[in-house]
């Protein structure tokens, strides 16, 4: 059975169908991002003072991260221009490139989500808190029986019995990486045995609501970017033999794919600014 | 190998496929303008973060001003809403209105949240 309207618009909308279907699922994907955009904005007026963080994230490679999405969307458009101009190996050549800036930017995403799965905050029992990345970890370590011994490239902050500016001041050693306290603060190998530690854990989504807004806005996004690079991918594969059968509707499936394509980097152009900068 | 599809797109088959290509070629100079702004957006945007405008609200305005700014160059050249549809328009609408909707609640909601929630 035909579908009808993959090629011809439809009298009464204008257009063919399934660009119809695609803004009504980017219309949904608004929604979706934007509950979580409200989750953000609900957590960070909520935060108490000085325990919002900034800096957490590499600015630079956040940046690069944007310019190599930003790039992804110019290839995806000139893929659907070559399409329409019958340049079959221009078209190849653009998604290609579209596809390897996509496994680029998941790649500098992993690379961000490993710095914060080896980033340690550990709570002594003298009171002080430790910061840092992990350098080893005795293989007896176990912070239950109380045995073995890590070590962390970071520093240390004391917030015991301070308040006012003192706190403030010493909080920002953590959580405002961005202020004269936060880029001052001296980073040495620190080694601590498991007796001295009450707890500890990795900068993961369960480390405070902004690591948790973080990895769930960012993750979401990832997904969108890994859904998004496998449709193109099959249309730059096995897909495109529809060219040589049906080229209008396989121009059509390039366009709507980049739509999809579009909206990504539009959510990205919000979350990297508020994410990272902000 | 070669792909020579069975058709061509619609446009090319009309005898206008010159006149067709140009109008794609003023297109591509239209993409890689947008691209070039996108890309210079992006660079006004880390260094206005690095520029302490007295409060940190005033830091986030400039933020997400750029953001807009990038986000209709995205939509309204690469996705081509500039000259689309009014049914898409009419999408978007409706859209726009339940995500004024949502941000809405959320403001609302504001007076009741529970202050001080833990972060740390």
Redesign the interface.
């Known amino acids: 059975m035909d579908i009808p309207f993959t090629v011809q618009p439809r009298q009464d909308t204008g257009l063919y169908n399934a660009k119809v279907g695609i803004w009504l699922f980017l219309a949904s994907e608004v929604m979706l991002f934007g509950a979580l955009f409200s989750s953000y904005i609900l957590l960070r007026v909520g935060s108490i003072e000085g325990y919002w963080p900034h800096g957490w994230l590499n600015i630079p490679v956040g940046t690069a991260n944007t310019l190599v999405l930003i790039t992804s969307s110019i290839t995806t458009v000139m893929a659907w221009a070559s399409c329409k101009m019958n340049q079959f190996g221009k078209f190849k050549f653009y998604h290609a490139c579209t596809i390897l800036l996509a496994m680029t930017f998941v790649g500098i995403k992993s690379y961000e989500y490993h710095d914060k799965f080896t980033h340690y905050s550990i709570h002594l029992t003298n009171g002080k808190i430790a910061d840092g990345h992990i350098v080893s970890k005795s293989k007896d370590f176990n912070l239950v029986n109380k045995t073995g011994e890590i070590e962390i490239h970071g520093h240390e902050v004391d917030l015991a019995g301070k308040e006012g500016d003192a706190l403030q001041n010493e909080l920002k050693k953590i959580y405002d990486l961005r202020s004269p306290e936060g880029r001052n603060v001296q980073h040495t190998e620190l080694k601590y045995e498991a007796a001295q530690i009450d707890s500890m854990k990795t900068y993961g989504p369960w480390q405070n609501t902004y690591t948790a807004i973080y990895f769930t806005l960012t993750g979401l996004h990832a997904l969108h970017v890994i859904g998004g690079a496998l449709v193109i991918g099959f249309l730059w594969g096995p897909g495109s033999k529809m060219w040589k059968t049906d080229p209008e509707r396989f121009t059509n499936r390039v366009e709507i794919s980049g739509l999809f394509w579009h909206f990504v980097d539009l959510v990205w152009i919000f979350l990297f600014p508020v994410l990272y900068l902000l | 190998m070669s792909?020579?599809?069975?058709?061509?797109?619609?446009?090319?088959t009309t005898g206008a496929?010159g006149h067709?290509?140009e109008h794609?070629s003023h297109?591509?100079r239209r993409?890689?303008f947008?691209?070039y702004a996108?890309?210079f957006g992006?660079?006004v945007?880390?260094l206005a973060?690095y520029i302490p405008f007295g409060h940190?609200a005033v830091?986030?305005g400039v933020?997400?001003a750029?953001?807009c700014g990038?986000?209709f160059l995205?939509?309204g050249y690469?996705?081509h809403l500039i000259s689309e549809?009014?049914?898409?328009y009419g999408?978007?609408a409706?859209?726009a209105f339940?995500?004024a909707g949502?941000?809405a609640?959320?403001l609302w909601?504001?007076g009741d949240?529970?202050?001080?929630?833990?972060?740390?």
């Open positions: 792909h020579q599809p069975a058709s061509v797109p619609a446009a090319t496929a067709h290509d794609f297109h591509v993409y890689l947008v691209f996108l890309l992006t660079v945007t880390v973060s940190r830091n986030i933020a997400l750029i953001a990038k986000a995205v939509a690469f996705m549809r009014k049914m898409i999408i978007l409706f859209t339940f995500f949502l941000m609640l959320t909601a504001y949240f529970p202050w001080h929630t833990v972060t740390h």
